[in-house]
């Protein structure tokens, strides 16, 4: 059975070295990108299973990331998980309105942030199967 | 000199004093405009519409007398200056109006021409200088806010790596580390904890300080969230050998308050608590009803720690407040919990304060508004004076169709709850506040005076309204159950306040059950099956 890829977009790259080790050791194949453009271009390229993205990024910032993904047909689908230093208050409404699945702060509880990652991808899955309310 | 016009709004009903002040006026050195009107309700019109340099104010208007009139004034236009001229030598009228902000205080017998002018100007320049310090400290306010904001991101960052380096070598993902090595990376781990958490009080302080703390309140059960909380704690005070206890009323009624708000004055309170008890002691969370207040949950967490001091006790809940006995081995914040815990329980409006002899132990206790379901049933389960014969409980309920669910979904249940609002058949029919914790399924009730037949059409209107709510198929399921329940007969002695009292026990305790119930299960096919409308008769005794 093929490992499930997950996009890490995060202009720390110590951050994303750490995350790609956690990732791998949970059995997942990872992809990386450390910019928003280059974050679109991966999604589009490696076509991801899930994306872990943080908001402060160069060349487009996470909002810009989540809109592109959500304008393209062939990527919406992708459930966004976003990994912030900002302050929920403030982003995490807008973060779930423009199609993230979930906000976490950083630093975020390891155990968690791999249970949501488990059931997105669970659910992505599953909603893909199943043809909502049938008429 | 400043040769600008100014520009003067005179408020006097007395045709005689009106013309000497305008001649005083027009008398002056510089240009002035006066316009003038002989009531208080004109005044403030024109106020409305017009800005003047200055009001000059005559107290006892046809429509208006003494303080009440720059009061109203003020409050209207609080960035005009005014300047009271007034017939009455009163000294301590005059005081209290300098007080409240009104800028001179003139005797209408004594102006001269030189000195009215003088008096407007500098009241003119008082009143800008006080605006300039206004505007100065609001901008300090943001610019703090937003510097702390700054900060708080930016020491999260460095922050996040060593939590996931750390974590790394923990969990055994960079390989594996000796018994010895792990807790000294435990230990680093918890002081990263610790200053996530001051980082996260710091905002939440700042926040409460400049009124941006919010609340989102629902009807919740405090039984909840009392076990939630001493489940989060139950490790540390068994860590520390101190007991930890809790006590709650079974008839406890449903609290209109945010539940996580809550849970975090709970999980401040008892962590406090287990930290300043020592082993073997214990702690005790409760939750009561008191007689002499009916209109109050009361929440005490009580320890037998070694007590505060009387001036500790005056200064507890002051910001960035630490008890100076407490410095070698408990401090471990910056002061703030008790502060915010406060500000949260006094945007419930409810109270907190603590009781605590030296060497007794302490507790703190805070209050928090009941719902009372009596006082809005009432209209809709009473006619004439008497209990209706039944009335009919629907039960509104969207599951998600995935967990986490899909896209915003507290906005996406939040515009379903304003449909089912605007469904119902009679104003006085009620939709209650969202019910419980937030979870992933919300659950709305709604109460109306009708029967089980003629409440079918407000469920299929409910039903056919929701439906046309974009991609809400694909977000949810929708179930909805209606429950007729048949009221006792009523003149049975009782006084209609108390059966109307024991008709919203019965229906509290039926929403509660409701709500124990396990949401549907989603991701097995059982989505296919997404209307189940029953209905069903329940009799109240």
Known sequence: MTKPKILVVDDDPDLVRAMRLRLRANNYEVATATDGYSAIASAQKDRPSLIILDLGLPAGDGFVVLERLQNADALAGIPVIVLSARDPQSNEERALKAGAAAFFQKPADNDELMNVIRVSLGSAAAAQQRAPWPS | MNHKTTSVLLIEDNPGDADLVRLRLVEGKSPVSVSCVNRLSDGLASLTKETPSVVLLDLNLPDSHG???????????PNVPVVVLSGQDDEALAMKAVHQGVQDYLLKGDISSKHLERAIRYAVERQGLLRALEITQKQQLEFKNRFLSHVSHELRTPLTCIHQYVTLLVDG???????????????????????HAMIRDLLEATRAESGKMRIESRC????????????MLRPTADEKKVGLEIGVDQRLPLVLADPDRVLEVLINLVDNAIKFTPADGSVMLQASIVDADPGSVYIAVSDTGRGISPEAKALIFERLYQDPDSIDNNRSGLGLGLFICREIVRLHDGRIWVSSEPGQGSTFTFTLPIYSLAKLLAP????????RASFVLVRVELTPATNPPRGNWKETWQQCLEIVR???????????????????????????????????????????????????????MLAITTVSVQLPASGEGEPL????????????????RSMER???SVGNGSAGKKQRTSQSRTQLN
């Open chain 2, 67 to 77: 303080a009440e009139t720059f009061r109203r004034i003020m409050d209207h236009a």
């Open chain 2, 173 to 195: 993902l960079a390989g594996p580390v000796s018994p010895d090595q792990s807790d000294h990376l435990k230990t680093v781990l918890k002081s990263v904890n610790q200053l």
């Open chain 2, 220 to 231: 919740i059960s405090l039984s909840e969230l009392l076990h939630q909380a001493v489940a």
């Open chain 2, 380 to 387: 809709v389960i009473t006619y004439q004076d008497r209990l």
């Open chain 2, 422 to 476: 605007r469904c119902i058949y009679l104003d006085k029919d009620l939709v209650l506040p969202p019910m419980g914790t937030s979870g992933a399924a919300e659950t709305f009730f709604v109460v109306a005076s009708t029967d089980l037949e003629r409440s079918g059409i407000m469920t299929t209107r409910i039903r056919e309204q929701l439906e046309c709510v974009p991609d809400l198929k694909a977000k949810c």
């Open chain 2, 497 to 512: 306040e108390k059966q109307v009292q024991g008709v919203a026990d019965c229906v509290t305790q039926m929403i509660l």
């Open chain 2, 518 to 520: 396990k949401p549907v």
